[in-house]
T-cell receptor, first 115, second 114 residues
């Protein structure tokens, strides 16, 4: 079974600075998707960014980018120019490209933005 | 922009009572999911539903749980006899075809079992 591990329960960063959230995963599959979801205090799950495993190029979405290292099974999220609105829980998630389509989530990292 | 909706936003019930949580997925999506999140913990998969049947369920999804798509728009999760440990946030999600893998989440229903 696939597992996702986020080793940083909490992170903090100064406003306008850059922060990186770590995620590792374990799978025997070669084709899959990886995601970062943001969960603000409202507890709504908001998709931040996604990465297809077959793509070598790292995904970027405005101030959010990932560092996808397939061999190392690592998928970190970099937030540039941190803003107060970025404060939230961030969950890394894995989804197989075939068969079961469930998302497997990590434990989450609580990100605090210091003004 | 299309979105997944869930009702109610908060449900309070007595232990042993039945509850039905409702979801309206995005209209052209074919894959539907329920997840739950106990306060302070990670999001856990409960069940996936495709072509009017369960495609996968987790160990959490025991005989107390059931899902149904009673019409062309709603997707429901029923808990027959609630327990204290069922208190959690329940998220519905839906996904289209094409293999892009993205699931869109609803705002969640907070279930409190007293």
């Amino acid at each position: 079974a696939q597992t996702v591990t986020q080793s940083q329960p909490e992170m903090s960063v100064q406003e306008a600075e850059t922060v990186t959230l770590s995620c590792t995963y374990d799978t025997s599959e070669s084709d899959y998707y990886l995601f970062w979801y943001k969960q603000p205090p409202s507890r709504q799950m908001i998709l931040v960014i996604r990465q297809e495993a077959y793509k070598q190029q790292n995904a970027t979405e405005n101030r959010f980018s990932v560092n996808f290292q397939k061999a190392a099974k690592s998928f970190s999220l970099k937030i540039s120019d941190s803003q107060l609105g970025d404060a939230a829980m961030y969950f890394c998630a894995y989804r197989s490209a075939m068969g079961a389509q469930k998302l497997v989530f990590g434990q989450g990292t609580r990100l605090t933005i210091n003004p | 922009e299309p979105e997944v909706t869930q009702t109610p936003s908060h449900q309070v019930t007595q232990m042993g009572q039945e509850v039905i949580l409702r979801c309206v997925p995005i209209s052209n999506h074919l894959y539907f999911y329920w997840y739950r999140q106990i306060l302070g913990q990670k999001v856990e998969f409960l069940v996936s539903f495709y072509n009017n049947e369960i495609s996968e369920k987790s160990e959490i999804f025991d005989d107390q749980f059931s899902v149904e798509r009673p019409d062309g728009s709603n997707f429901t999760l029923k808990i027959r006899s609630t327990k204290l440990e069922d208190s959690a946030m329940y998220f519905c999600a839906s996904s289209g075809t094409g293999g892009r893998g993205e699931q869109f989440f609803g705002p969640g229903t907070r279930l409190t079992v007293l």
